[in-house]
């Protein structure tokens, strides 16, 4: 029996009796990372990696009964060794690593492999196993340099801020928000936040990650100068919303990997778009499945059959996992609640 099927509830461990990123309520839910399509609520235990005890206690409600462990800690249910290794995707996110009976496999949940300094770098586990992610699974998706990307940012807020409009740049309120806040040069002006970015902020920091102070964006006046200096961060929600009339005459821009295609950006309606992403991209996928030295992979969520027709070509045992994973989450917006 392979150590991880796929039920109606989510990915199971049969040995284990525990599911990971369950998409329904279950009793024992092994959590990767914080995003909306991996941590439910309704599940009676959870088990996380502990830099994420934070994110997901704010996104699932303080109560909730969760038991963290620290990256390469060991725990054992059932037979069944399971430990946490850094994915470097957000904030907590974690690989799990099973061993049962002699054999390994690793569940991936998301990952990227550049390092960013907002969580801790992802690290290659050896497994027989690797349940890998293919949200980026072609090989068009090719990532620049961050750095590069954040010199492009901080080139687009200065033009604006030189010609007295806002810079509205829409990124997902956790994980990508943050990383964007680490990356730039906040020295070119005031950052203000959506009311749904600075709760995550306040967890990041909390947990170490250095962050320039920010604003609430609501606590400033529609013709506030202050405004037309100012990058503002917000979820891609908020974008057509009442929300952004306080802003005026302002530039807008989305942060996201789907930005690469030209086309994404036209649908999107934004001035800019910066490619940058939080998942591997296609040499990440590669340079990532083939350190763990796995002679069969499972791609789950996004371009999974390019993904699995290529490693089967290389002599792998590759085959899709369906699942119910998605994009991130995005959370709402409210023009008076944020």
Same mark, same amino acid.
């Given at each position: 029996?392979?150590?991880?099927?796929? %039920?109606?509830?989510?990915?199971?461990?049969?040995?284990?009796?525990?599911?990971?990123?369950?998409?329904?309520?279950?009793?024992? !839910?092994?959590?990767?990372?914080?995003?909306?399509?991996?941590?439910?609520?309704?599940?009676?235990?959870?088990?996380?990696?502990?830099?994420?005890? *934070?994110?997901?206690?704010?996104?699932?409600?303080?109560?909730?009964?969760?038991?963290?462990?620290?990256?390469?800690? %060991?725990?054992?249910?059932? *037979?069944?060794?399971?430990?946490?290794?850094? !994915?470097?995707?957000?904030?907590?996110?974690?690989?799990?690593?099973?061993?049962?009976?002699?054999?390994? @496999?690793?569940?991936?949940?998301?990952?990227?492999?550049?390092?960013?300094?907002?969580?801790?770098?992802?690290?290659?586990?050896?497994?027989?196993?690797?349940?890998?992610?293919?949200?980026?699974?072609l090989p068009i998706y090719r990532w620049a340099p961050q750095a590069e990307i954040f010199a492009d940012i901080n080139a687009w807020w200065r033009s604006n801020a030189e010609a007295g409009r806002a810079s509205v740049l829409f990124a997902y309120a956790f994980g990508k928000a943050q990383r964007i806040l680490h990356g730039i040069d906040a020295s070119i002006g005031p950052l203000l936040v959506h009311g749904a970015v600075e709760p995550l902020n306040a967890v990041y920091r909390a947990a170490g990650v250095a962050l320039p102070a920010t604003r609430y964006a609501g606590d400033v006046r529609k013709n506030d100068p202050e405004l037309r200096q100012a990058l503002v961060i917000a979820p891609p929600s908020a974008g057509g919303s009442t929300w952004m009339r306080r802003f005026g005459d302002c530039s807008d821009a989305f942060a996201s990997g789907w930005m690469l295609l030209r086309g994404t950006?036209?649908?999107?309606?934004?001035?800019?778009?910066?490619?940058?992403?939080?998942? !591997?991209? @296609?040499?990440?996928?590669? @340079?990532?499945?083939?350190?763990?030295?796995?002679?069969?992979?499972?791609?789950?969520?996004?371009?999974?059959?390019?993904?699995? %027709?290529?490693l089967c070509e290389q002599g792998l045992d590759a085959r899709a996992f369906a699942t119910e994973y998605g994009e991130e989450d995005d959370t709402p917006v409210s023009e008076e609640s944020s």
């Open positions: 029996m392979d150590l991880i099927v796929a %039920r109606p509830e989510g990915l199971y461990c049969p040995a284990g009796d525990f599911y990971i990123d369950p998409w329904r309520g279950v009793d024992r !839910a092994v959590i990767t990372h914080g995003h909306g399509d991996h941590a439910r609520w309704g599940s009676r235990q959870y088990l996380a990696a502990a830099p994420g005890e *934070g994110v997901l206690r704010a996104r699932l409600g303080q109560d909730i009964n969760l038991q963290t462990l620290a990256y390469g800690e %060991r725990i054992d249910h059932h *037979g069944v060794t399971l430990s946490f290794h850094p !994915a470097g995707h957000v904030l907590g996110s974690a690989q799990v690593r099973l061993e049962y009976q002699g054999e390994v @496999w690793v569940a991936s949940g998301d990952y990227k492999v550049e390092p960013d300094g907002t969580c801790a770098a992802f690290e290659p586990v050896r497994c027989d196993c690797f349940i890998t992610e293919s949200t980026f699974g950006r036209r649908r999107r309606g934004v001035d800019r778009g910066f490619a940058l992403s939080d998942h !591997a991209d @296609w040499p990440g996928l590669l @340079w990532a499945i083939g350190q763990t030295g796995a002679e069969r992979v499972m791609a789950t969520h996004g371009q999974v059959e390019p993904l699995v %027709r290529y």
